[in-house]
């Protein structure tokens, strides 16, 4: 008798035994990087969003190529966005500020919801409410889920 084939993810990469396909592991960020994410989240939530940026930035460089870190890359891609949005939009830049906010919100909105500890879809609900209705700044709250990583802390 064949084997049976085992069950693919939505990357369609093989899911390993005792895996679901529907719930795809966390990716989480190397011990070395966690620092630096978490001084990233601190420059966001106190409105230092060009900071974040940088550091961001850094560590995207350093995942965007790596293979298996795909979903790591565009989550952080989505925060560097957010905060180019949020400097833009605090420069009274509109059009440029909707644009990256549309790309970021997008990004956010991919894969699983909580990634990095971070709701993506609940960060990209709160930045839109800021941008186009004038709540309060977005700030990163760390997803309820026991599934996620520990960042941030």
């Known amino acids: 008798m064949a084997e049976r084939p085992r069950a693919a993810d939505a990357r369609r990469q093989p899911v390993p035994p005792g895996r679901s396909a529907a719930a795809p592991a966390t990716p989480a960020l190397p011990d070395r990087a966690e620092s630096a994410f978490r ?4 420059h966001f939530d106190a409105g230092a969003y060009f900071e974040a940026h940088e550091v961001w930035e850094e560590l995207w460089h350093a995942v965007r190529r790596q293979p298996g ?8 891609k989505a925060l ?17 500020a909707a644009s990256l906010l ?3 919100c997008h990004l956010l909105g ?12 609940g960060l990209a609900a709160r930045a839109r409410a800021h941008v186009e209705g004038g709540a309060p700044a977005p700030r990163i709250a760390p ?11």
């Open 110 to 121: 991919e894969g699983p919801d909580h990634v990095l500890g971070i709701s993506g879809r």
């Open 102 to 104: 549309g790309r970021a």
């Open 39 to 42: 001084a990233g989240v601190a």
């Open 80 to 96: 560097i966005q957010l905060a180019a949005a949020l400097i833009k939009h605090r420069e009274g830049r509109h059009r440029p």
């Open 69 to 76: 870190e795909e979903l790591l890359a565009r989550r952080l």
């Open 143 to 153: 997803a309820r889920n026991a599934e996620t990583s520990g960042v941030p802390r």
